[in-house]
């Protein structure tokens, strides 16, 4: 089944790069994010200019930050399972001690999902940075008369979320792939 093989390869590297460049771009031009320190990108890619609305704050707003938040930790630790998992194809096969991964459709395969689910730890990285940074900006600024934070759900800052949930989707069925021809069609 070799066609079938390079088939879900071909397949990976498109859904590699239909995922990643786009969303590689906002990080790049969203300002304030880490990355826009670095000479390079600061250099090369121009800033957008954005604004976050200011959200009454309370303890139903606290709730929905917190729920948001340890929704992205629970899908980072999905992210850790499949890329353990995926780890153990290097090495995993039934009665000998070898490499599965040797042959190039089974590497392309596995480069790309381990890529992607590494886009989705950094995105929950930078996530939980962004967050933290907000709360820290609202603490600067607090009124005591009538608290509010900026709203993290606005997509200025939600695509952090949205795109670690994307990253870890590619990833998981990029993983399949590699699992699928790794272990049923490398056999036939």
């Not at 759900?153 to 790794?182: E, I, K, P, R």
Request: charged share 15%; proline share 5%.
């Amino acid at each position: 089944m070799p066609v079938a093989r390079w088939f879900l390869a071909i397949t990976a590297l498109l859904v590699f790069i239909l995922v990643v460049p786009p969303t590689v771009r906002r990080y790049f031009t969203t300002p304030g994010l880490s990355v826009r320190q670095y000479g390079v990108v600061s250099r090369n890619f121009s800033e957008q200019k954005i604004t976050i609305p200011d959200k009454p704050y309370n303890d139903l707003t606290d709730g929905g930050i917190q729920a948001k938040l340890s929704l992205s930790t629970n899908l980072f630790q999905i992210a850790l399972l499949v890329t353990a998992a995926l780890a153990g194809l290097l090495i995993a096969k039934d009665n000998v001690a070898g490499f599965v991964l040797g042959e190039a459709p089974e590497l392309i395969m596995f480069g790309c999902a381990g890529l992607l689910l590494m886009l989705s730890f950094v995105s929950h990285f930078i996530y939980l940075n962004e967050v933290s940074y907000l709360y820290f900006l609202a603490g600067k600024l607090h009124e005591a008369t009538s608290p509010s934070m900026p709203d993290i759900s606005d997509s200025n800052v939600n695509f952090l979320f949205v795109y670690q949930f994307q990253y870890l989707v590619s990833g998981v069925l990029l993983a399949a792939f590699t699992f699928l021809s790794a272990h049923v069609l490398k056999r036939r």
